[in-house]
């Protein structure tokens, strides 16, 4: 039997996705209709989601089995009332090397001061030697699929990894915490604090004056996350304060980031225009074949959204 399969997003992306797609269902051996008009809601069996201000009310969507996201934050789709049928996130490996890849550049970067070398460019010998990995401590907020890759490789490079999650986990040469009170303690004396939390209710503004005031003096913040887990003036006074180094922001209450806010003009902020890790077409679309197949197969789906946490 033949599925319909509405690809749902901004427009443009699907010509991204469309041969990824094919052939990602093709190995699956789904047989399907699928693309950004496949007939009327009613009879639409999975939806493919991105944000798209064109889709909001899903209750036509009488016979949906599931809405498989592209992206691996779903604050957009979470709450939304007129879905009931199963929601699933992004968790493709693709997703997981990039935001790996792109938090140690990062932290390599500030770890090893590159930029006292840059600067100095201009012939001025003055040699810097940094401390060792295992001298400096890290605090990972957020232990799940993109946290917990980026703790293990902080780890094994041999950092002071301190892990933080809503619910206990366990991750070999990370010290995990949980709960309200593991922030504090996951945050203390941390040179480099990793944003890897998603956007919900509970995670607002979770790295305020009080969080920043935990980290060691100077410390460099990196929010890959969302940019509602940062309070931005707490973020920018503890920049003056030199409380933090520096800060990494590749995300934002606004996007783009208005020309105008002051994160575009700080010296001590680096703007990243969300990019740190790209939903990738080849991976995605296996990623949402298989689970397409599991739903047919009466299985489980894989990075099944808790609609009640809000991810
Ligand atoms: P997961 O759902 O796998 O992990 C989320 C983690 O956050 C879990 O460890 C969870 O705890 C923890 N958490 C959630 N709420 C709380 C809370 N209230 N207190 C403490 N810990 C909490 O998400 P991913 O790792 O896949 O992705 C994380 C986020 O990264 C995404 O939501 C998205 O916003 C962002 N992202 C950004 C990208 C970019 O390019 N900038 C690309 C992809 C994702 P527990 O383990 O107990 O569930």
Sequence with gaps: MSLKILFSARPGLWDDYEAPFRAALDEAGIVAELGPGVGPPETVDYIVYAPNPDLRDFAPYTRLKAVLSLWAGVETIAGNE?????????????????????????????HLNIGHALARQSGTWEPYVPPLARERRVAVLGLGELGGAVARALAALGFDVSGWSRRPREIEGV????????????LAGAHFVICLLPGT??????????????TAPGAVLINPGRGTLIDDDAVIEALDAGQLGHAVLDVFRTEPLPETHPFWAHTGITVTPHVASETRPT?????????????????????????????
């Design 201 to 214: 209710p509970k995670t607002e503004s979770i790295v305020d004056t009080a969080a920043l005031g935990s």
């Design 82 to 110: 007129t879905l009931t049928a199963p929601l699933t996130r992004m968790a493709d490996p693709g997703l997981k090397e990039g935001m790996t890849e792109w938090v140690m550049g990062h932290v390599l970067h500030h």
């Design 283 to 311: 991976t995605a679309a296996r990623f949402i074949a298989e689970n397409i197949r599991r739903s047919e197969d009466g299985k489980a789906l894989l990075a099944l959204v808790d609609r009640a946490s809000g991810y």
């Design 175 to 186: 010290r995990c915490v949980s709960g309200p009170d593991g922030l504090t303690e996951a």
